[in-house]
């Protein structure tokens, strides 16, 4: 078999973790990377929150005493509202912040876009606001594949769209910062709402995005110029929790068209992108990353990193060696899913440092 290639301090990132090759061994194997339909994975999906939000309790790391929580219902372009929990400290001073100096904090959950919702994202949200004294918004988007693409970014951006607008009602000050991140298919959305912000001038602006674990680019169309480096997909195609059968179910559901004028809304690392140059990545605000080395997904989050870094974007990454894609929500009880959690909130502690400069 011809060697793989592809940049060799990425390859050596897919050597199991010792912690984690334990735990899968004493489990007798990993758990199903893929089920032939999308509604079976939901089912699986609330089985695993159930016992992951049990683990997190147990860690004393979902507790939500001091935060205020409430649902909201935000209107959509198209007529529908979706909904939203809102995670608001109840001390005037939570996190040594005032109630004039609370950043918003909107959070988009990961399922490969067909899975999951607002509850996947609570801890980080209770987390981030007994950290920080921060408002959080963690939203429900629709899903595919009854709601293909655009839909499920199109909801998250009007989400973004409307929290801004809102804030003072939620109450936030996006001014003390304001933070859009996500995990997976959240992390997706979340870089591409930041473009979006951007180039629409977004009142007031997006201060920092927060990427874990995110698809940047299509598997079916990597741009040529990054083609030599990208090699996780090929390196990771059988790994644990996803796996190229499960990307190519979620992709197949969510159904973004390769030929159509609103790609750049599910790949900001598209195909276009490969001569002369790369898109426009310029004016961002800083980034932070968290990427899995065991991850079909690790290579386009690094290029993407790199080509963020080189156009003068603030940027901080965090690589997790030989641990799958959604390693934490899976198997919380490792030390090193622990760490993950801890990365996460010290991570948008940078970003509204950033803010703050």
Known sequence: MAALKGNPEWLALASADPEFAEAISKAGGPPP???ANVPALRAIMEKRDANRRAVLASQGLNDSAGIMEHDISIPMRDGAFIRARVFVPEAADAGGRNEKERPLVVMLHGGGFCLGNWESEETNCRLFVREYGCVCVSVDYRLAP?????TPVNDGWDAVKWCAANAPSLPANPS????VGGTSAGGNMSAVIGILARDSCLSPPITGLLLMIPPVMDHRAIPKKYSSQVASYTQNRD???LNHQLIELFTDAYAPDLHSQLYNLFAPLHPDAAEPKDPDFTGLPPTHFQICGMDPLRDEALVYEACLKQVGVKTKKIVYPG????????MPQLEVSKNYVKDTVAGLGWLLEQAGK
Do not use: W
């Open 33 to 35: 990377a893929h089920t």
């Open 323 to 330: 641990v799958p894609h959604g390693f934490s929500e899976f």
């Open 239 to 241: 790994a644990p929790m």
């Open 146 to 150: 009854e709601h293909p693409f655009p």
């Open 176 to 179: 003390a910062g304001f933070i």
